[in-house]
């Protein structure tokens, strides 16, 4: 006879799903703990658009999660829905087989992931089996679905997720990791054929997979997250709940149509942001971290409010504010002001003119690539400053090309590092991105590689070390954290730091507090954030 303690969390001690170890980085499962978080905000926000209703007391609404792994979102939305719904059922075999007939869907990556999650859900692998708690279910699967789908291939990459054709093209019996949610040119077709008729899901949650590998050099990958997101919301649900990389706030391959639209969404309601995400996922390391966000149809805001939560070990700090008034998502509200009064104060536009992100050069300033060697060998030809433990070569006079050649070449130059953070991705501890010792001084008549950013030239070396100087400060590095996402630093993300066109003499933060206006407690912040290298 089925008892209400087989549902009640204190019967799993420990809880399985607390318990096992993730796929890879890419596929990481989801606590009880955190699954449960997103429940309570989505609890909160669906009593905010329907006049206070509890949304675990309604036995129409209809879940789905299309990305499931462990069927953690699926088995505590059944849990809540059997203890919500006992007015309504009370019959608790009638009140199971009703929610997870009529409510609860899933769609998972894998084979595996599909045993695992009916077992979550069901108590059986087989949701048709005498170990079921469903007794109506016809089919093994029950409503935790899997379908089998292919890539497909043109020019080395599928079509639909990117994935590289030589990582991804394998034999029927393993794993193509070709997700079917992003597959397909009709989502609600797949729907459809899935569970074998047209639904509308009022609530779609998860935690998709987050990047395939794309064939690129060395551990080149390409996000899909946002693909799962888009998918989910052309299904047009009330609620659309995800826990994502955190990365698109401000880059991530391929990602700035995606951002734009989330920073523009009228629909966004909550954004949970967790700086290191090992808080949330235990010995994963995701670079810029992660959140969750949620997605309310019913409430759009013409002003694009969003509360948006902080989350840096015990210290959460919320606020609520827009979304837009940056091209990116300024994840530290106190950081805000100071932004906004540095960028005033020099005329800076949020494109950028103005800001560092036009003078430090692209990628590649004299066409050399960061794996580069010559041809031949030679302790002749033009010097050039490949890796930090090469130091100072040689390249070939024939292999230098770009526009920006011939006008760098004779100038002194501060070279950066276009990756200067070496493998940090915890940024919610304070980080030294660029300090004198990586850094490097180009005489006239030297180039780099790929590796390096030519960050100034000018004619002068005192000129050059002027604005080292002012690179150097806490100030401007931490205006540069502001947009810094992962391990890579390209030139977009100097955009807060304003070009002051002359420099000269040597610049301090004590300098930049005065001509900027940055008050006492704003000082004491960007000081938490950014040490002195060796601190």
Known sequence: MMTETRFSSQSRNPDVLSCIANLSSDEVFTSPQLANQML????????????????????????????????????????????????????????????LNNQVFGIAITRITALLAR????????????HSIVKSFENYAGKIAYIQTEHTWEKGKCTFCGAGRKEYDRSADLESHAYSFIHTDSINNLITKTFGESMQFDVIIGNPPYQMSDGGHGRSAKPIYHKFVEQALALNPSHLLMIIPARWYAGGKGLDDFR?????????????????????????????GVCY???SQSTPDEQNMCTIANNVGRDRIESTRPTDEFDILIRQSQ???????????????????????????PRKPFG??????????????????????????????EDISGALAPVLRDKWKLLIPRAPIAGQTDFSKPVMFYYDGNMIIAKPGEVCSETWLVAFSAESEAEVKAFQSYLLTKTVRFLLLQRVVSQDVPRERFAFIPDLGNYEGTYTDEMLRDKWGITDAEWTFIESKIKNHGD
């Not at 077992?119 to 048709?128: E, G, L, P, Q, T």
Request: glycine share 6%; hydrophobic share 35%.
């Open 293 to 295: 966000f949620l997605r």
């Open 40 to 99: 309570d905000t989505l609890e909160k926000a669906w009593r905010a658009a329907n006049q206070g209703a509890n949304i675990w007391e309604d036995s129409s609404v209809k879940f789905l999660d299309p990305f499931t792994k462990s069927g953690v979102f699926l088995r505590e939305i059944t849990k809540r829905l059997i203890s919500g719904l006992e007015g309504e059922i009370p019959d608790l075999q009638e009140r199971v087989d009703h929610i």
């Open 260 to 288: 734009n639209k989330m920073l523009t969404d009228k629909h966004l309601r909550h954004i949970e942001d967790y700086e290191n995400a090992s808080e949330v996922f235990p010995g994963v390391d995701i670079a810029g």
């Open 335 to 361: 950081a805000i002001p100071i932004i906004r009064k540095v960028l005033a104060a020099e005329n800076v536009s949020v494109n950028g003119d103005g800001s560092l992100s036009k003078t430090v050069s």
């Open 368 to 397: 050399l690539a960061g794996n580069y060697k010559p041809k031949q060998t030679s302790k002749r030809g033009v010097p050039c400053h490949f890796t930090q433990s090469r130091g100072l070569e040689y390249a070939l006079e």
């Open 119 to 130: 077992r979550s859900v069901y108590c059986s692998k087989d949701a048709s089996s005498a």
